[in-house]
C-alpha cells in the first residue's frame, strides 16, 4: 500500500512552523492539516470540497436472540429515514457540508432500486449457529464496497466516511473485534442500542457462541467475514480497503465501523494511514479497535448512535485544519516577525 506522501508531510510540517503563531500552538489541528496535505500529495492543501458518507445497510439474524432493544423492522424504516432526511446523519451531514448516500446490502424488506443495487441478500445468518453469508456472497460483499468506493472517487469526492445502520449489528462487529484482538466476549459487550441487563447477557450468549465459530477462520479475513460478519460489514471492509488504494483520506466512525477497518486493514496492509478515527464510541470494544490500529481519536463526545454520526460531527474539525494550513498568512507574508511572534506568551 503507497502511503500518504512523506515529503509533503514534512513540507506541510515545515510550513505550520512559518504561519503567524508560535510552532504547535494549533495542537492536533497542525497534524490533520499535514495528514490531508500528504494525502492529497499537495502542500498546502485543497479545501475538502466534495466529502461523502456512504451508510451500509443490513439486518443480521441474530438479532433474533434479542441482541438489541429494537426490533429488526427498524433497519428498513430507518433506510427510509435516511432517504426523506430526517435521520440524525442526515442532519449532521447536511451541516457539515458532506452528502450522503444509502447502500442496501442485506435488508430484510424491500428498499428503493435507488440503493438496493449492491444487494446481496435479505438478512445475513445468525452468526451464533450459522454462517453469516456463503462463499459468493462475502465475495460479492467486498467486492461491493470496492466498487461503491470507486463510484464515489470518480465522481469527485476527495474524502470519504462510512456508516452503517443494521439492528443487532454491534453483536457480529463485537465478535470480529474479539477474534482480531485476542479479547474475550465479557471485554467487548456493550449496551448497544441500549439494553437492559437481560438483553446484555443474551448478547454476551450469542457472541460466545459465534465467537467459538469464527476462532477457527482467525487469520482469514474473507472467512472471517463469511463466518461472522454479514453483507453490510463485508461491503465497509472492501470500501475502507478500496478508499486506501484510491489513496482517498478517511473519517472513521464508530464501533461496526471499526470492526469493518480491522479486516479492511488485514485485506489492505497500511490502509490504516489512509484514515483517522472521527470520534470514540462509549461502546468498549471500539476502544479495542483504535488501540489496534492506533489511531487517535479528534472526539470523544459520548457517542454511540453509529450511521456516521461520530465522523460527521468531527468532519469540520478536519475542513478547519485544513483551512489554516491553506490560508493563514507566513510570517514573511504579514510583515510580522517570526522570531518575536513565535516566542511563546
Not at 512523506?6 to 510540517?13: D, G, N, R, W
Not at 451541516?95 to 446490502?105: E, I, L, T
Not at 483517522?276 to 461502546?283: I, L, N, Q
Not at 454511540?304 to 474539525?317: F, K, Y
Request: aromatic content about 2%; charged content about 20%; glycine content about 12%.
Amino acid at each position: 500500500m503507497v502511503p500518504p506522501d512523506p515529503a509533503v508531510l514534512q513540507e506541510a510540517k515545515r510550513r505550520h512552523n512559518q504561519l503567524t503563531k508560535p510552532a504547535g500552538s494549533l495542537g492536533r489541528l497542525e497534524e490533520l492539516g499535514a495528514w490531508i496535505a500528504a494525502c492529497q500529495g499537495n502542500c498546502p492543501p485543497r479545501p475538502l470540497s466534495q466529502p461523502r458518507i456512504v451508510v451500509f445497510a443490513g439486518d443480521h439474524g441474530v438479532a433474533e436472540r434479542g441482541v438489541s432493544a429494537f426490533p429488526s423492522e427498524v433497519t428498513g424504516q430507518m433506510v427510509a429515514n435516511f432517504l426523506t432526511g430526517g435521520a440524525a446523519i442526515t442532519v449532521l451531514a447536511g451541516v457539515a457540508g458532506a452528502g450522503v448516500r444509502v447502500v442496501d446490502m442485506a435488508v430484510d424488506a424491500d428498499t428503493p432500486e435507488r440503493v438496493g443495487t449492491h444487494k446481496v441478500r435479505r438478512g445475513s445468518g445468525a452468526i451464533d449457529v450459522e454462517d453469516a453469508l456463503t462463499e459468493a456472497e462475502v465475495r460479492a460483499a467486498l467486492a461491493a464496497g470496492r466498487a461503491v468506493a470507486d463510484e464515489e472517487v470518480d465522481s469527485g469526492a476527495d474524502l470519504l466516511i462510512a456508516g452503517d445502520m443494521g439492528i443487532g449489528n454491534t453483536t457480529p462487529a463485537c465478535v470480529l473485534i474479539a477474534a482480531m484482538t485476542g479479547e474475550e466476549p465479557v471485554a467487548v459487550i456493550g449496551r448497544g442500542t441500549g439494553i437492559d441487563d437481560n438483553g446484555w447477557m443474551r448478547k454476551a450468549a450469542a457472541i460466545r457462541d459465534a465467537l467459538r465459530r469464527a476462532r477457527k477462520v482467525i487469520g482469514d479475513p474473507v472467512a472471517l467475514l463469511r463466518t461472522a460478519g454479514g453483507a453490510d460489514l463485508a461491503a465497509m471492509a472492501g470500501f475502507l480497503a478500496q478508499a486506501a488504494v484510491r489513496r482517498t483520506p478517511v473519517l472513521l466512525d464508530g464501533l461496526v465501523v471499526g470492526a469493518a477497518a480491522l479486516l479492511a486493514e488485514d485485506l489492505a496492509p497500511g490502509a490504516r494511514d489512509w484514515w483517522v478515527a472521527g470520534h470514540r464510541s462509549t461502546e468498549p470494544a471500539h476502544s479495542m479497535v483504535l488501540s489496534h490500529l492506533g489511531l487517535t481519536p479528534i472526539l470523544d463526545l459520548g457517542m454511540r448512535l453509529g450511521e456516521g454520526s461520530g465522523a460527521a460531527v468531527a468532519l469540520p474539525i478536519l475542513t478547519m485544519a485544513v483551512g489554516v494550513l491553506a490560508q493563514m498568512a507566513t510570517f514573511a507574508e504579514a510583515g510580522v516577525s517570526g522570531r518575536e511572534a513565535g516566542e511563546p506568551s
